[in-house]
């Protein structure tokens, strides 16, 4: 167990819909970042927070946002999906040890 | 522009043989680089990290992988493979555009490791 929860596990959505996913980091870790998972582009970085502020924006769609609140947890916001949005999104955490920490992620399937 | 390379898609072991997986980069200035394990329905898990120092970097699960400047290589390997060693594999580079951090990742495309009984 990495100690990063990510809700849903699963998420099936129509096209023009909006969702919410959300992250709780590792405890203490105060960095968050998100990626992308899909079979044609891999794994992408979309954007990164550190104790609440943006501090690095990736590959990520402008119907796309995110937050970091004050107890750490982190939501990524999408919003007019599309066909292509489906794919696996990971949370990961840093702070203590080397490396990043991963979730098991949210399996979005836009329909 | 920066890039990680994995140029085989899958690679097959005997279980008890030594493995490589192989990994090029191409990126500006010193690399930090990093090799991830994906286990089906999980998320990726943190094996061994170059940045400086010693060329060959020993990780999780008794792997390692060698540094090769002239080769801008990165191999991860193991001497004694392990069916349970059978998973999907990602090398990754410290994108130079994010400064300090560690977690602004360029990932390759993974390389499905199966290793046999």
């Known amino acids: 167990d990495s100690g990063v929860t990510q809700t849903p596990k699963h998420l099936i959505t129509a096209t023009g819909q909006r969702v919410t996913l959300r992250c709780s980091p590792r405890?203490?870790?105060?960095?968050v970042y998100w990626y992308q998972q899909s079979l044609d582009q891999g794994l992408q970085f979309l954007i990164q927070y550190y104790n609440g502020e943006e501090r690095a924006k990736g590959n990520i769609l402008e119907r796309f946002s995110a937050q970091q609140f004050p107890d750490l947890h982190s939501e990524l916001n999408l919003s007019s999906l599309e066909l292509g949005d489906s794919a696996l999104y990971f949370c990961?955490?840093?702070?203590?040890?080397?490396?990043?920490?991963f979730g098991s992620g949210t399996q979005l399937s836009v329909l | 522009a920066q890039s990680v390379a994995q140029p085989e898609d899958q690679v097959n072991v005997a279980e008890g043989n030594p493995l490589t997986v192989k990994c090029t980069y191409s990126v500006s200035g010193n690399p930090y680089l990093f090799w991830y394990v994906q286990y089906p329905n999980r998320g990726l898990q943190f094996l061994l990290k170059?940045?400086?120092?010693?060329?060959l970097v020993k990780g999780s699960y008794g792997f390692e992988a060698e540094f090769n400047k002239s080769q801008t290589s990165f191999h991860l390997k193991k001497p004694s493979a392990l069916v349970s060693d059978s998973a999907l594999y990602f090398c990754a580079v410290r994108d130079p555009n994010y400064g300090g951090s560690q977690g602004n990742l360029i990932f390759g495309k993974g390389t499905k490791l199966s290793v046999k009984p």
């Open positions: 170059y940045i400086t120092g010693d060329n």
């Open positions: 990961a955490s840093s702070g203590r040890g080397p490396g990043l920490f």
């Open positions: 405890s203490g870790d105060l960095s």
